[in-house]
């Protein structure tokens, strides 16, 4: 299954449902094939190219930009069903997060989402699996405001201690941005996460209740990922791992290396990654750019140890791929960064 293929994979209708009540149903539906009577169907299900669709279309009826910033505040405890009942009642946050990062991408299937550990902090990031567009930010930024709701509600965490990364560029609105996140936020960044300390996964939630975590998780694994989804989270987290330590001589890792170490087929692997429309090469990419931008940013790295680390003996071959990533090259894009700081 290629990239548009995902476009076909059938997702519910919330969304919708929830739209229909801000814009005209017959202006939001435009170009979907769907009624408003598909709505009412509690259990019915769409495909991500007709949700992409009306969510295009709400970009066009909106009478400010930033509206889905408070429609996704208003929302944020019962629109997801049993993954919010799992968020409010975990034993922990860390139980909560994990929970949400694996079952969320079931209900946007043009999504996925991972949760990893970089020395004192967790990342909760999230990868489109397809080029959304201009909806980019509203798909991106309503899981965020989720689950800052849930940490805000819930923990009541201090979130000057998080941060906010997203890796498109600043919008017109962004002054508007203040008033809805409650972290830090930084633009053009090498990936789209939650950002905060490790150790917030180990507060407890007081409000723990032992037969509504255990009922909402298995209402969850009735939305469980699909092994592709799995697969993928494991790729990803395997070759955070494979950078974790400094070693100059290090390779990249190989498709048949990963494949071993997930205790899979070769072809087994590819299989399932083009199921998701990608490819392992387009994953180590994907990695190996944000990781590059990340070490980038600190001047105390020489470019050429930031190639070593990465797997590049040859530092012009870094450069190349460096400069195919962003257009610029690492020292340009070093400069940028630090003119953008000051």
């Known amino acids: 299954m290629d990239a548009s293929a995902i476009e076909d994979l059938l997702m519910p209708a919330t969304y919708g449902r929830h739209l229909a009540r801000l814009f005209p149903v017959d202006k939001l539906l435009a170009g979907t094939g769907l009624t408003a009577a598909h709505f009412a169907e509690r259990d019915r299900r769409i495909t991500v190219r007709q949700a992409l669709q009306y969510i295009s279309n709400t970009l066009t009826l909106a009478e400010a930009p930033d509206w889905y910033m408070a429609w996704a505040g208003n929302i944020a ?36 989402m991972q949760g990893r550990r970089d020395g004192d902090e967790f990342y909760a990031e999230l990868c489109p699996l397809i080029d959304l567009g201009a909806a980019r930010p509203l798909l991106v930024e309503t899981p965020l405001l989720v689950l800052q709701q849930y940490l805000s509600t819930v923990y009541g965490v201090d979130f000057s201690a998080a941060r906010i990364e997203l890796d498109y560029p600043a919008p017109g609105y962004v002054a508007s941005y203040a008033h809805y996140f409650k972290a830090p936020l930084s633009f053009k960044a090498a990936r789209n996460a939650l950002v905060m300390p490790q150790a917030w996964r180990e507060l407890r939630n007081l409000d723990y209740h032992e037969s509504t975590w255990s009922h909402a998780l ?37 498709l048949d290396e990963v494949a071993a170490a997930l205790h899979l087929a070769p072809r087994t692997l590819i299989r399932r990654l083009r199921h998701l429309g990608t490819t392992y090469q387009a994953i180590m990419d994907e990695f190996l750019r944000a990781r590059a931008a990340e070490l980038l940013t600190n001047d105390r790295i020489k470019i050429k140890e930031v190639a070593a680390a990465l797997g590049f003996h040859n530092p012009a071959n870094f450069g190349k791929a460096f400069k195919r990533w962003y257009g610029v090259s690492p020292g340009g894009y070093r400069a940028r960064h630090d003119s953008d700081v000051l």
């Open 77 to 112: 405890e019962h629109f997801h069903g049993p993954v919010s009942f799992a968020l409010m009642s975990s034993p922990t946050l860390g139980d909560g997060l994990d929970a949400f990062v694996r079952y969320f991408p079931a209900r946007i299937p043009y999504m996925h």
């Open 218 to 254: 298995r209402q969850c694994e009735a939305l469980a990922s699909s092994p592709e989804r799995t697969t993928l989270g494991e790729v990803r987290n395997h070759l955070c791992r494979a950078f974790e330590l400094d070693d100059r001589r290090r390779a990249l890792p190989t």
